[in-house]
């Protein structure tokens, strides 16, 4: 059986659960949001043997944890608490249930997976990432470079990065969306900004958002490679086709202006880069970004290991969610 970890809203399991019902395979989907309405759970050690069953209300499916022979760690979040009016108590109900969904999670962290309930979050440091990056670049001997970067809540350190540079990259930690008016907005995505614009920060304000920059790169083009297992899906991304402020700094607000995409192979030094930084991680899967430069070379921006990729099979037609059923059904490629 195969056990997959998300919530209701999740689209990015349907195309994946099609291949998987269409191959006969066996799955249970957890939605994690809904773990106290739709599901009962029960643990038990009988004679030393521990056995966690999962039945699931709406469908009928049960779960059986010794049938489970892959997880795919997609996107849990919270459980719902309903039918409580007091806020203490539904405080401490939700996180009774939020610690019951991290013990479900946790006991399936050693089995085949794409996604780790462990690795995932520390994976997404961009400090581990950089750190990563740059050691299998020099022992590979890689021509792939990484941008100068910063990450600090000092004027006088970001000031010494101006000092270098005529543009700058300023880019959030952790940062996505702002909710505005009842409707979510995206401003926290990478700008292009003069050097001299910082020097008029105040200091206060620098220290209390500690801001990660870099060099300004200019690109020719843009990759997202996205690597099932041994299998890789590279997505050109054409952004220097969009004007400034349109999705040319930054290709995630270049959907409404036209944004261009398709599909090329992998290059070579980029496969090589891209297995070793998964191997070092101990992760099957990851959605890599890569500026193509001006001068010809590749710049490692990050690695998400659990990144969005069904708009690249949308846009491009590259099986991405046809290897992660096959990965998961431990089928071959």
């Known amino acids: 059986m195969i056990l997959i970890i998300t919530n209701k809203g999740d689209i990015h399991c349907n195309p994946v659960i099609k291949h998987l019902v269409n ?46 022979k892959s997880v795919w760690e997609r996107r ?15 405080s401490v109900l939700k996180e009774e249930a939020s610690e019951l969904m991290t013990w479900l999670r946790s006991f399936f962290a050693n089995c085949r997976s794409i ?20 050691r299998i670049i ?19 350190e970001m000031m010494k990065l101006t000092k270098i540079y005529d543009h700058i990259a300023v880019k959030p930690i952790g940062s996505d969306a702002i909710e505005l008016d009842d409707i979510m907005e995206m401003p926290f995505v990478s700008r292009k900004i003069s050097s001299s614009r910082l020097g008029t920060i105040s200091e206060e304000d620098i220290s209390s958002c500690p801001t990660l920059i870099q060099n300004y790169i200019e690109k020719k083009y843009e990759l997202r490679i996205t690597v099932v297992g041994s299998e890789f899906f590279c997505c050109k991304i054409d952004s220097q086709k969009l004007p400034e402020g349109e999705g040319r ?37 990851g959605c890599f970004d890569f500026i193509y430069d001006r001068s010809g070379a590749y710049n490692f921006l990050e690695c998400n290991p659990n990144g969005q990729w069904m708009w690249i099979e949308e846009d491009t037609g590259l099986p991405i969610s046809k290897a992660i059923a096959n990965y998961l059904a431990l089928r071959a490629n």
């Open 23 to 68: 191959n006969g395979e066996i799955f249970f989907r957890l939605n994690t949001d809904s773990l106290l309405e739709d599901y009962k759970i029960s643990f038990w050690v009988k004679e030393s043997v521990p056995e966690l069953r999962i039945y699931n209300k709406v469908n009928k499916k049960i779960l059986v944890s010794s049938s489970v």
């Open 76 to 90: 849990p979040i919270s459980p719902n608490i309903t039918g409580f009016d007091d806020p203490q108590i539904k």
């Open 115 to 134: 996604g780790s309930f462990v690795w995932d979050r520390p994976n997404e440091s961009k400090l581990r990432q950089m750190d990563i990056a740059a």
């Open 138 to 156: 020099e022992e590979k001997k890689l021509g792939i470079r990484i941008p100068t970067t910063l990450l600090t809540n000092d004027k006088t």
């Open 249 to 285: 700094e930054d290709w995630r607000e270049g959907y409404a202006h036209g944004l261009s995409q398709s599909s090329i192979p992998t290059p070579d030094e980029l496969v090589e880069f891209c297995s070793h930084y998964l191997s070092s991680i101990n992760s099957s899967f």
